[in-house]
């Protein structure tokens, strides 16, 4: 059954409305509805906000201009959760070749050596050399970085801050869903 669009029918829309506070002022504005209303306080910013609702939803039902009155966009969370794992499954994706670039070297050094211990009957004496093994390689790694020019270390720390860089969007909207939001500032709770 499809609701008939009174003046109860609009007031009881639920819009979006941003709060805004310059100098002294409060804002309140509807982006859907192109509407601005000021007052000294929250509230008073509110009261003038739905006064003028009530005023445009009036005169468009009186005119019989229903249709130029723009409803809220339905709340889109399967759109919203979905970016978002998209997102988080990027950063994985990314983690996880970052991982593989640095661990590669490494891997084969790793595999000889369990090869190597599964046919040596003193198992802590290979378990010491592979530790050693290790300390060479990453020994042998700082000597070449080292070695480097000042332009190829630059461009290497310059690739490596790219790399974190193109990760920040990411990173910065997994940490506003894990940040504490007690603390923040409360905003009027009230639907229109």
Not at 13 to 26: F, G, H, P, T
Not at 80 to 105: E, Q, W
Request: aromatic share 8%; glycine share 2%.
């Amino acid at each position: 059954m499809k609701k008939s669009k009174d003046l109860e029918y609009f007031k009881n829309l639920n819009y979006n409305v941003v709060l805004k506070q310059k100098d002294s002022l409060y804002y309140l504005f509807v982006p859907e509805l192109s509407l601005i209303a000021q007052g000294q306080t929250p509230d008073q910013a509110w009261q003038n906000l739905e006064s003028k609702k009530n005023e445009l939803f009036q005169a468009a039902v009186n005119l019989n201009l229903r249709q130029t009155i723009r409803e809220p966009a339905p709340v889109r969370l399967k759109d919203d959760l979905m970016a978002f794992l998209i997102k988080i499954i990027a950063v994985g994706v990314l983690f996880l070749v970052a991982l593989n670039i640095v661990v590669r070297p490494y891997s084969k050094i790793m595999r000889r050596q369990a090869k190597a211990l599964s046919h040596t009957p003193t198992a802590q004496a290979r378990a010491d050399e592979l530790a050693d093994e290790i300390l060479q390689l990453t020994a042998r790694f700082s000597q070449q970085f080292e070695k480097m020019s000042d332009e190829q270390k630059q461009q290497a720390q310059q690739k490596f801050k790219s790399m974190l860089q193109n990760l920040k969007p990411f990173v910065d909207e997994i940490r506003l869903l894990l940040e504490d939001t007690s603390d923040a500032p409360k905003t009027p709770d009230k639907s229109t």
